[in-house]
Each structure stands twice: as structure tokens, then as C-alpha cells.
């Protein structure tokens, strides 16, 4: 009895480790065309993400024809009479179209469209591995 206990637990860790996928491959940072758009995007998102001047810093997560898919963390500019203010988040851009995942209950639906499935299952998954 204990050795079919062994071969049964053996046969499940077994299925477990190979049905899984290797975890999500992020584009290279180093190369000149992750470097371009990264910079593209930090420039672009401030104005569609805040509510004033701010700065994002941009890590881009993929692109798939014209959409490129990025988390960016941005921060307001502190002024005299306002708080500082910020977001962190995943967002798909297209040219200069930029989408945002829903709040709250609709996060996870809103993510699965506008990402490819296997990014869509890292955003979900572990977003802080994909956060610059």
C-alpha cells in the first residue's frame, strides 16, 4: 500500500511540473527597439493616465502588430495646492490610443481583452514581476 501511495504522489508532482508553462518571456530591455518604444510610452502615458503633469516610468510587457503592451507607474507633478497623486497599472496602447483595465470585479475580464492570453495570465498572476 505505501509504495502505490509513492508511485500515485510520484505521478501527480510528475503532471504538475510538466503541464506548466515556462513563466511569460519579457521583451529584452536592452535592445534599441524595446529602448524606443519604452521612451515613446513613457512620454505619451502621463497625459492619458493623470490628472496633470506627471512622469511614468514604462516597462514594456510585448507588442503583437501595432498594440504594444506595457505596466506603467506614474506620478503627478506635486503642485502648491494639490496632493500628489499616482497609478500603477497595466495598459495596452495603440498609437496613441491608450486602454486601461477596468476597476474593481471587472479587473480580471477587462485584462483578459485587452491583452493576448498568456500576458493576460501574467498580468493576473504575478503583476509584480512585470512592474518597472
Not at 7 to 22: K, N, R, Y
Not at 35 to 52: C, I
Not at 72 to 88: D, I, K, L, R
Not at 93 to 122: C, I, N, W
Amino acid at each position: 500500500m505505501p509504495r502505490r501511495n509513492v508511485v500515485g504522489i510520484g505521478l501527480m508532482v510528475g503532471l504538475m511540473f510538466g503541464c506548466s508553462e515556462p513563466p511569460y518571456q519579457l521583451p529584452d530591455r536592452s535592445t534599441p527597439e524595446v529602448q524606443a518604444e519604452e521612451q515613446r510610452l513613457a512620454a505619451l502615458l502621463p497625459d492619458r493616465l493623470l490628472w496633470g503633469p506627471g512622469t511614468c516610468e514604462v516597462r514594456l510587457l510585448g507588442s503583437e502588430g501595432s498594440s504594444s503592451f506595457a505596466w506603467a507607474s506614474c506620478e503627478m507633478t506635486p503642485t502648491a495646492n494639490g496632493q500628489p497623486g499616482g497609478v500603477s497599472l497595466p495598459v495596452r496602447v495603440d498609437g496613441t490610443r491608450v486602454t486601461e483595465p477596468a476597476d474593481g470585479a471587472g479587473y480580471a475580464d477587462s485584462v483578459k481583452r485587452m491583452f493576448p492570453q498568456r500576458l493576460a495570465d501574467a498580468v493576473l498572476d504575478e503583476p509584480e514581476r512585470l512592474q518597472p
